[in-house]
């Protein structure tokens, strides 16, 4: 038989797939993968619903449906104070995560590297690699995962093609300043290259932290591609339903590629996203309400059982230094650490390796989520009390 493809060979298993088949086999809590466990807004359901027996069930226009991106034109322009043209600027894609892929597969020829902060949403790196790019990694500084602007400027050169950017970010929770957007919009100007940014986490938001779109930086709306869905503000990851606003010579070569790709999003759900960009502020209000919260109280449950945590200005993750507890979990690294944790505490969390180029950079690190249901969270709580207590009695 032929050799299948080389690159596809150096993909492993998603590691947060993995977590969470062995935390739904031994009935555990999943704090690993970033889902919600609650409800979506009845709202939205409705919507789609609706959509559904209005017969909106062909093929959307492949780019999206013009509603949905008259909304999010406007959606851009009240929030992230970027224009856009609906028709030129923006495609309708499934999800971030198929916004990200084809805005690579237009950008990038042989030879192009792109520059990703490391640690880095797991999928950065298959990304950048299906599309043939060399990525460059730059690290953000724990605790509060502080960019060393020297290491940054190092990085770029002659081939730097764009920079991937995730603001509130997965899974610090770092949310760039504008002190920090300005310096990369700096770099990307004088090297001519693209900044990609990944805002899926744009409403949710601690502490009066203030999101910042780096295409509404001067110089940068024809460099920029932002990318965006409603997975994560509306609760909907199942949905499948992102976009990317660019340029239209940028636009142009997304919408080919995605419609090789993917053809088009659901289009129900697109109509049913239309209701979504259209709720009202309190919707938004209480959604950082809620994740408040919830990060509180995680960040409280942990730190009573020993992790050493960093503390998110953003998004719903937290991670969590564990060299105090390894000897504890009979652990010598962060996988086998969470595998114990599930074990001992029926707790899934991701290790922190995954997030990291140079795996050894997260051999002590875990990430949780807590965009999960109360009776999850407290149910977390009274197994990390009651593991705390059954530690001593070994001890
Ligand atoms: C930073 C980031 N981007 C993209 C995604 C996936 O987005 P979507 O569901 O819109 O494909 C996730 C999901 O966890 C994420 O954390």
Redesign the pocket.
């Known amino acids: 038989m032929k050799k299948l493809s080389e690159v596809t060979e150096t993909f492993t298993e998603s590691v947060i797939r993995e977590m969470t088949r062995i935390c739904d086999a031994a009935g555990g809590y999943n704090l690993s993968q970033?889902f919600p466990d609650f409800e979506s807004p009845r709202e939205l359901k409705d919507a789609a619903i609706a959509a559904i027996n209005a017969d909106q069930n062909q093929y959307p226009v492949t780019f999206g449906e013009p509603e949905l991106r008259a909304a999010i034109a406007a959606k851009a322009k009240r929030y992230n104070r970027v224009d856009s043209d609906p028709d030129t600027d923006i495609t309708v894609t499934c999800?971030?995560?198929e916004a990200m892929i084809a805005t690579l597969m237009a950008i990038i020829n042989p030879g192009d590297e792109i520059i990703v902060f490391e640690p880095f949403?797991e999928?950065y790196g298959p990304d950048g690699r299906l599309s043939g790019a060399t990525p460059r990694y730059v690290t953000l500084h724990p605790p509060d995962w502080r960019i060393d602007g020297d290491e940054l400027a190092a990085a770029f050169n002659q081939r730097t093609k764009a920079i991937i950017i995730?603001t509130p970010n997965?899974p610090t929770g770092k949310v760039y300043s504008r002190a920090e957007l300005e310096m990369i919009a700096a770099l990307c100007q004088r090297w001519d290259a693209y900044a990609v940014t990944?805002e899926?986490y744009e409403h949710i938001l601690y502490d009066g932290a203030e999101h910042l779109s780096i295409a509404s930086l001067p110089g940068m709306q024809d460099r920029t591609v932002t990318i965006n869905?409603i997975?994560k503000t509306y609760s909907v990851?199942g949905w499948?339903v992102?976009w990317a606003i660019a340029a239209r010579p940028i636009t142009q070569r997304i919408r080919k590629v995605h419609d090789f790709l993917t053809v088009g999003a659901p289009t129900p759900l697109q109509h049913a996203a239309v209701t979504a960009l259209g709720l009202p502020d309190e919707y938004y209000e209480g959604l950082r309400a809620h994740y408040s919260e919830a990060r509180d109280f995680l960040l409280d449950v942990l730190q009573e059982a020993g992790f050493s945590v960093s503390i998110p200005r953003g998004a719903y993750y937290s991670i969590a230094d564990v060299s105090a507890l390894m000897p504890a979990f009979g652990a010598n690294d962060d996988f086998t650490f969470s595998r114990s944790l599930i074990e001992k505490a029926r707790v899934a969390t991701v290790p922190g390796s995954s997030f990291y180029s140079d795996r050894g950079m997260g051999r002590t690190q875990v990430r949780f989520c807590f965009c999960k249901r109360w009776e999850t969270l407290h149910a977390v709580a009274d197994s990390f009390r009651r593991l705390d207590a059954l530690e001593k009695v070994r001890s």
Do not use: E, P, Q
Request: net charge neutral.
């Open positions: 970033g999800g971030a995560t949403y999928n995730n997965n990944d899926i869905s997975s990851t499948r992102g």
